[in-house]
C-alpha cells in the first residue's frame, strides 16, 4: 500500500519554492564570490545581470511565501502545529538517528513530521524570512548602518541556510541507506511506501496504488 504523505497543492508549492530558492542560491553565491563584474551564463542567457536577475526571482520567493498565508491558512496552522509539537520520546528518536540512517531502523515517533524533521522545519523557515527579510532591505537601502546590519545578515543567513538545505536534499533525495525512496513523497504523485520510515500516521491520507 501507498500514502500520500502530502497534498498535491503542497507538492506545487514545495517544487516552486526550492526551484525559486535553488536560482536564489546559485546567483546569490555568484555575487558573493565577487563575480558580479562577469555574467553568469544564465545571465548571458537572458541578457540580465546577476544582481537584477536574483532580486527578480527574490520578488517571486516572497510572493510564493506570501500566498499559502493569505490561500491555505490552514495549511499553514497544520505545519505549525506539528512542527512545534514535542512528545516524550523525541530525544530517544533523536539520539538513535545517526545509526538509523544507515540501518533504516528509526525510532517510533508521533505526528506527521519526525523530530528532525521538526528541527529542520525551524530552521528552514526561519533563515527563509531572515533571507527575504534582509533582501527586501537591500532593494530598499543602499549605504548606512542599516546597510551594513543588512548586508551582514543576508550573508550570514546565506551560509547557514547552504549548510541547512545541503543537509536536507542529501536526506530526502533518499541516497541514504535508511531514507531510501522518501523523495517520492513530494514528487511524481507524492505516493510513497508504508513500509519505509515514512510511517502511516493520522492525518496521512491513503492513495491507492497505481
Ligand atoms: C534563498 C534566498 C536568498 C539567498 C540564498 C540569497 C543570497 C544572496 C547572496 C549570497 C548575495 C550576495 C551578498 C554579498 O555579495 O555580500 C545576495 C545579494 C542580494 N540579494 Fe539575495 N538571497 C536570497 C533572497 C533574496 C530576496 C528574497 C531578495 C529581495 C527580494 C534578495 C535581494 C538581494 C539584493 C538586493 C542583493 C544585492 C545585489 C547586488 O549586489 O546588487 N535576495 N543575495
Ligand atoms: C531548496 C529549497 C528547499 C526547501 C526550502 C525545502 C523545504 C522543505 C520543507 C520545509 C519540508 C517539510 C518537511 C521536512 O523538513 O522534511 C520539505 C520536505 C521535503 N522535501 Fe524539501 N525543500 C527544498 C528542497 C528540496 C529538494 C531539492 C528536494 C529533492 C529531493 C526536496 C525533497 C523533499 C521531500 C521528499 C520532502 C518530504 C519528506 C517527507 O516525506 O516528509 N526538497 N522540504
Do not use: C
Given at each position: 500500500?501507498?500514502?500520500?504523505?502530502?497534498?498535491?497543492?503542497a507538492?506545487?508549492?514545495?517544487?516552486?519554492?526550492?526551484?525559486?530558492?535553488?536560482?536564489?542560491?546559485?546567483?546569490?553565491?555568484?555575487?558573493?564570490?565577487?563575480?558580479?563584474?562577469?555574467?553568469?551564463?544564465?545571465?548571458?542567457?537572458?541578457?540580465?545581470?546577476?544582481?537584477?536577475?536574483?532580486?527578480?526571482?527574490?520578488?517571486g520567493?516572497?510572493?510564493?511565501?506570501?500566498l499559502?498565508?493569505?490561500?491555505?491558512?490552514?495549511?499553514?496552522?497544520?505545519?505549525?502545529?506539528?512542527?512545534?509539537?514535542?512528545?516524550?520520546?523525541?530525544?530517544?528518536?533523536?539520539?538513535?538517528?545517526p545509526?538509523?540512517?544507515?540501518?533504516?531502523?528509526?525510532a517510533?515517533?508521533?505526528?506527521?513530521?519526525?523530530?528532525?524533521q521538526?528541527?529542520?522545519?525551524?530552521?528552514?523557515?526561519?533563515?527563509?524570512?531572515?533571507?527575504?527579510?534582509?533582501?527586501?532591505?537591500?532593494?530598499?537601502?543602499?549605504f548606512?548602518?542599516v546597510?551594513?546590519?543588512?548586508?551582514?545578515?543576508?550573508?550570514l543567513?546565506?551560509?547557514?541556510f547552504?549548510?541547512v538545505?545541503?543537509?536536507?536534499?542529501?536526506?530526502?533525495?533518499?541516497?541514504?541507506?535508511?531514507?531510501r525512496?522518501?523523495?517520492?513523497?513530494?514528487?511524481?504523485?507524492?505516493?510513497?511506501?508504508?513500509?519505509?520510515?515514512?510511517?502511516?500516521?493520522?492525518?496521512d491520507?491513503e492513495?491507492?496504488?497505481?
Amino acid at each position: 500500500m501507498k500514502l500520500e504523505r502530502y497534498s498535491r497543492s503542497a507538492r506545487r508549492l514545495h517544487t516552486a519554492v526550492y526551484l525559486l530558492t535553488l536560482f536564489l542560491l546559485a546567483t546569490g553565491w555568484w555575487l558573493l564570490v565577487g563575480r558580479e563584474g562577469e555574467p553568469s551564463p544564465v545571465a548571458r542567457l537572458l541578457g540580465l545581470p546577476d544582481a537584477a536577475l536574483h532580486v527578480w526571482v527574490g520578488w517571486g520567493l516572497a510572493i510564493a511565501a506570501l500566498l499559502p498565508l493569505v490561500l491555505a491558512r490552514r495549511g499553514v496552522a497544520a505545519f505549525m502545529r506539528e512542527t512545534l509539537r514535542r512528545d516524550p520520546g523525541d530525544l530517544g528518536w533523536l539520539l538513535r538517528w545517526p545509526l538509523a540512517i544507515v540501518t533504516g531502523r528509526f525510532a517510533r515517533h508521533e505526528g506527521h513530521f519526525d523530530p528532525g524533521q521538526r528541527i529542520a522545519n525551524v530552521a528552514i523557515v526561519g533563515l527563509l524570512v531572515a533571507l527575504i527579510a534582509s533582501g527586501i532591505g537591500l532593494v530598499l537601502v543602499h549605504f548606512g548602518p542599516v546597510f551594513v546590519v543588512l548586508a551582514a545578515v543576508h550573508r550570514l543567513a546565506t551560509f547557514a541556510f547552504t549548510v541547512v538545505i545541503a543537509g536536507h536534499i542529501l536526506v530526502a533525495a533518499g541516497i541514504l541507506p535508511g531514507y531510501r525512496g522518501a523523495w517520492r513523497s513530494m514528487h511524481l504523485g507524492g505516493r510513497v511506501r508504508i513500509d519505509q520510515r515514512l510511517k502511516r500516521r493520522p492525518g496521512d491520507r491513503e492513495a491507492s496504488s497505481r
